[in-house]
């Protein structure tokens, strides 16, 4: 139905309202009204094909365009090598040992056959042993046990794989004490063939730096920091459980983070999982720095107020195509954990860094921090003590944040309702990509209007083939007054389990205290996406 306006004189104008947005696809328009018109590009990643001119028409509607954003590269999962508990192809564990000890090493990814169950996951940390000891450790997930009793404290859980099929499950609780079991199983190895990250490494500072605020984040850290100077770029990796030469899980068992800089300084941090710092070391070693590209840059604060809106709106169609974002807030640059599309505005929970306390080593004044960013211009810092419910600081401020959006090919292949009922696509097909290693993301909307995209960490296949996405370790935003996102009082984290049977369980906690589970009843819809 056409919009009716009146100008200033009192005439009638019919007006289109906002130009529809194409995947890839930039939107440009001066006016909304009839006869105007609407100039879509594509941008940085994609090619092109067709004429992106729309019109307003005089029924309300905008004419349609041939225009056809193609992503230019594709990031899929290669399956490189099977392992059973009796063999592993030679062939296959000489491919699978080349690609990890390459320079720019790839992800990869475990498909684990168990007898009750099956897994896929990333892995966190991967290395070769002696040439034929192949290993990787998951990221951290919460106790499945724990999650279907609806324990008040559950277990982190992470797996380690081993070539000759050897996994060793270990389960920590909040008060350090761990517990670890064997299985054998058939693991399949999947590597990323990226055709968007480089694979050969750079580590001038001018190069990085271009790369840097380009977008061109190098996918095997976590967080990046730029020093005040612009003369040092640092890479974090976070999350390490530990694990000595064999390699197997030690007890006690700690945190190991690490932080590379360009300047050939590394600094690693050792912190116990109970809490407590237990030791720091330097190091030092040449940082290499393997840029992806498929990154293309979305909006910035700074922009003029006349073409805000328009960059938002490409920012919240990327969203709702499966695209993640990537944010710089200060010297900070790191990819979304979590974006959340609201009241016109997008959102963002980065992942978890640490700071050290004289800003250039790890020591015992380490501090964990979250930080939250809107394209409102705000952004909320959260430092707190590590392994530890105490909060030290929370700082609002308004720092200049640049917003870069991935430019990788994303499908839609499965959505239900709250209840699990099918609205498009196919169980069958999600399923099936997802054997194969591919990457998903989840989009729920909730019955308000709120949009929520999440990366999924993990997932466990049933044996009746429904999935369950795990999502780990999110910083619990809450909706307050004005439509403004805040952290919770504690600074407290948010675990999520989503399943496509329409079941969304939520585990809100702070670390070394009793958490609280709940049901999400909420949801309108959930979106499967899978990366192509």
């Not at 040449?286 to 809106?309: E, G, I, L, Q, V």
């Amino acid at each position: 139905m056409a919009v009716v306006l009146e100008d200033y004189e009192g005439h009638s104008v019919v007006d289109c309202g906002f130009p529809p947005y194409k995947d890839g696809a930039m939107v440009d328009y001066v006016k909304t009204t009839f006869g105007a018109e609407a100039n879509s590009f594509c941008v940085k990643g994609y090619s092109s094909s067709g004429t992106g001119t729309s019109v307003c028409l005089s029924n309300g509607t905008w004419s349609q365009t041939d225009l056809v954003c193609t992503a230019r590269s594709h990031s899929t999962w290669q399956r490189v090598a099977k392992t059973t508990a009796s063999t592993t192809p030679i062939l296959q564990r000489f491919k699978l040992n080349a690609q990890i000890s390459a320079a720019c090493k790839p992800k990869l990814r475990v498909k684990a056959d168990f007898k009750l169950s099956t897994k896929v996951m990333d892995l966190h940390s991967n290395d070769v042993q002696s040439l034929w000891k192949i290993w990787g450790q998951s990221v951290r997930g919460l106790s499945k046990s724990s999650w279907d009793s609806f324990e008040i404290f559950p277990k982190r859980e992470f797996e380690l794989f081993l070539s000759d099929a050897q996994n060793t499950h270990l389960s920590v609780d909040d008060d350090g004490n761990a517990r670890k079991n064997r299985y054998d199983g058939d693991f399949v190895w999947f590597v990323k063939d990226d055709q968007c990250v480089s694979t050969s490494s750079a580590n001038d500072i001018g190069s990085v730096l271009t790369s840097l605020f380009e977008g061109e984040i190098d996918p095997n850290f976590d967080t990046y920091e730029v020093d005040d100077s612009n003369s040092t770029v640092y890479g974090q990796v976070t999350g390490h459980m530990s694990q000595d030469s064999q390699p197997s899980f030690t007890i006690p068992c700690y945190w190991f983070v690490k932080k590379q800089g360009t300047s050939g300084k590394v600094d690693i941090i050792r912190w116990s999982v109970a809490g407590g710092f237990l030791n720091a070391e330097p190091r030092s070693v040449t940082m290499p720095w393997c840029p992806d590209t498929c990154w293309h840059h979305a909006f910035d604060t700074r922009a003029s107020s006349s073409n805000k809106h328009k960059h938002i709106r490409h920012l919240t169609n990327g969203v709702q195509h499966g695209h993640n974002i990537m944010v710089k807030v200060g010297n900070v640059i790191v990819k979304a954990r979590e974006v959340v599309l609201h009241d016109g505005h997008v959102t963002v929970s980065i992942k978890e860094f640490w700071v050290p306390s004289d800003k250039n080593a790890f020591s015992s004044g380490s501090r964990q921090a979250w930080i939250m960013a809107s394209t409102t211009g705000r952004d909320v810092q959260c430092i707190h003590v590590p392994e530890s419910a105490v909060v030290e600081d929370v700082t609002e401020g308004g720092k200049p944040s640049i917003w870069f959006l991935d430019s990788r090919q994303w499908e839609k292949v499965f959505t239900i309702d709250g209840t699990g009922a099918v609205l498009s696509g196919s169980m069958s097909d999600l399923l099936n990509k997802v054997n194969e290693g591919r990457s998903l993301r989840v989009g729920v909307l909730h019955t308000n209007g709120m949009y929520k995209a999440l990366e999924v960490d993990a997932v466990d296949v049933s044996s009746t083939g429904h999935i369950a996405g795990d999502i780990i370790h999110n910083v619990d935003l809450v909706l307050g007054p004005g439509n403004d996102f805040h952290f919770t009082d504690t600074c407290g984290v948010v675990s999520s389990i989503i399943t496509t049977e329409g079941s969304y369980k939520t585990y809100r906690y702070n670390i070394g205290s009793a958490g609280k589970h709940s049901i999400v009843n909420d949801v309108a819809k959930i979106d499967w996406f899978i990366e192509m």
